[in-house]
């Protein structure tokens, strides 16, 4: 059974930082590639931060560039997401996902999300 399991949102103020975590298990983690998504009320989900499996390289939405950082621990087959100098425009759920084409087959798993809220 595959699970990714998120952890670390909360209420924090605007400039504050927390630290997203997604825990996988049921797959190979290193073999996936890892995003961050969030959905705030009202709107579309959005990819917020990737890296990928092979060689980590990192992406991310412009509005969040500088702000926040992906990482992975491929011994602990978990994602991080460190994100700083907040903005109520973040108040999201955050996802976490797995990812990967390999062989003509694609997989994609999906966690239940942690709720951020940004506000004094």
């Known amino acids: 059974q595959v699970r990714l399991v998120e952890s670390g949102g909360g209420l924090v103020q605007p400039e504050g930082s927390l630290r997203l975590s997604c825990v996988v298990s049921?797959?190979?983690?290193?073999?996936?590639?890892m995003r961050w998504h969030r959905q705030a009320p009202g709107k579309e989900r959005e990819l917020v931060a990737g890296?990928?499996?092979?060689?980590?390289?990192?992406n991310y939405a412009d509005s969040v560039k500088g702000r926040f950082t992906i990482s992975r621990d491929n011994t602990e087959n978990t994602v991080y997401l460190q994100m700083n100098s907040l903005k109520p425009e973040d108040t999201a759920v955050y996802y976490c996902n797995a990812a990967r084409l390999r062989f003509g087959r694609a997989s994609d798993y999906w966690g239940q999300g942690t709720q951020v809220t940004v506000s004094s």
């Open positions: 049921g797959i190979t983690f290193s073999t996936y590639n």
């Open positions: 890296i990928t499996s092979a060689d980590g390289r990192t």
